[in-house]
């Protein structure tokens, strides 16, 4: 098969590259509007970019229902700060009810019943139960598209990290007990235990 995607309903691209690029990480991205309301919501298209400094990205697409940008969005344009809380399995049902579109006075902390902490550099605040996050300052916002299911890149610079002490020896994080997920195609959604090594050459 051979996909020409400008020839192709977008929504059949999306599902292509959702049923593809797998698995995908979940940056849970807390904000807070410029009237002072809170926002959590989860992208899975999310990676780091760069150690020196550390900046990481990800993408808030625009909804195919209502053709809108994303409260997230909205918000760090008006903020320029965010905080990306990692997700495990332990928390991932109410992970998935922050993914519901809700209008922009809605606080997704409380529809989900999860715990906003506070941050130590930004507004945002963090979710209690993820057992590490990031604090992020604005670095650069890239349009990609205005279209349904088009997108904007954030950059965001890590400002400081919040790591649970007993996941990190020597720098390293335990990812048996972080247990992280990952998102698949879908309603589908992948945990990481099942792993191997690979040593890379002159290693």
Do not use: W
Request: glycine fraction near 6%; include cysteine.
């Amino acid at each position: 098969m051979v996909i020409d995607p400008r020839l192709e309903d977008p929504r059949n691209v999306y599902k292509i590259l959702i049923g593809s690029i797998l698995p995908r990480p979940i940056a849970f991205v807390s904000t807070i509007s410029a009237d002072g309301i809170r926002n959590l919501a989860p992208f899975s298209f999310f990676t780091g970019i760069s150690a020196n400094p550390p900046v990481i990205c990800f993408t808030p697409m625009v909804r195919s229902s209502d053709g809108q940008r994303k409260d997230t969005l909205r918000n760090i344009e008006a903020t320029r700060e965010f905080v990306v809380n990692i997700v495990s399995e332990q928390f991932a049902q109410q992970m998935n009810i922050c993914a519901g579109e809700y209008p922009p006075d809605v606080d997704e902390f409380e529809k989900s019943g999860l715990t906003p902490i506070p941050s130590d550099l930004v507004k945002p605040p963090r979710v209690a139960e993820s057992r590490i996050h990031y604090e992020c300052s604005l670095l650069q916002i890239v349009e990609v598209s205005k279209e349904p299911l088009g997108g904007s890149l954030v950059l965001g610079e890590v400002l400081r990290f919040h790591l649970a002490d007993d996941l990190v020896d020597d720098f390293r994080i335990d990812p048996d007990k972080l247990r992280p997920i990952g998102r698949m195609g879908g309603a589908e959604y992948a945990r990481t235990g099942d792993r191997f090594s690979l040593l890379r050459p002159g290693k």
